[in-house]
């Protein structure tokens, strides 16, 4: 009887505690956004920063990740497809934990045209939070955090979408 009683304090501290790292997320609702460094698909260095007066939807994804594979499809079909050519929008699909190599062979094996940019030390995943992908945070054009959100289901998603039209319109 002790053990058990032990046993399940035990697994109760380990759940509360992954719970609570996730509550402390570095990136907040109502903050500004955490400047990085990335590299675009031709090769050039850009800051977050110089994305100000731009809305940024800005994403975390691992390939193996189950449910990030699930809201991919959504993202290249609902934003990057009707927002890539809008002048004040720019969509940023983080790849945690993969090189370039790896991100452009994903490219190729799904057919995603989405812009990848590889962070392969998880170094600008670790500016926004400890765990948990797919991790989602929209950036307004003044650059301040108005939505993160973490999983994916489509309603969720369709929150973020019209928030994200409500920013461009």
Not at 15 to 25: C, I, K, R, W, Y
Not at 75 to 92: A, C, I, M, Q, W
Request: charged share 30%.
């Amino acid at each position: 009887m002790k053990t058990k009683l032990l046993i399940s304090l035990f697994a109760l501290l380990l759940v509360n505690q992954l719970f609570a790292q996730d509550e402390h997320t570095h990136a907040k609702e109502g903050q500004a956004a955490p400047n990085f460094i990335f590299e675009t698909a031709e090769g050039n260095k850009t800051e977050l920063s110089d994305l100000k007066g731009k809305v940024v939807w800005l994403t975390f994804f691992a390939t193996w990740c189950g449910p990030c594979r699930k809201e991919l499809p959504h993202l290249e079909k609902s934003v990057y497809e009707k927002y890539k050519n809008h002048p004040d929008f720019r969509l940023l699909v983080i790849g945690r934990e993969h090189s370039r190599e790896e991100l452009a062979k994903f490219k190729i094996d799904t057919g995603h045209d989405l812009p990848f940019i590889p962070d392969p030390k998880r170094e600008i995943y670790e500016k926004y939070a400890a765990q948990n992908i797919p991790r989602n945070f929209i950036i307004d054009k003044s650059g301040k955090i108005v939505v993160s959100s973490v999983g994916f289901n489509e309603e969720d998603f369709n929150k973020k979408l019209k928030k994200l039209k409500e920013l461009l319109d």
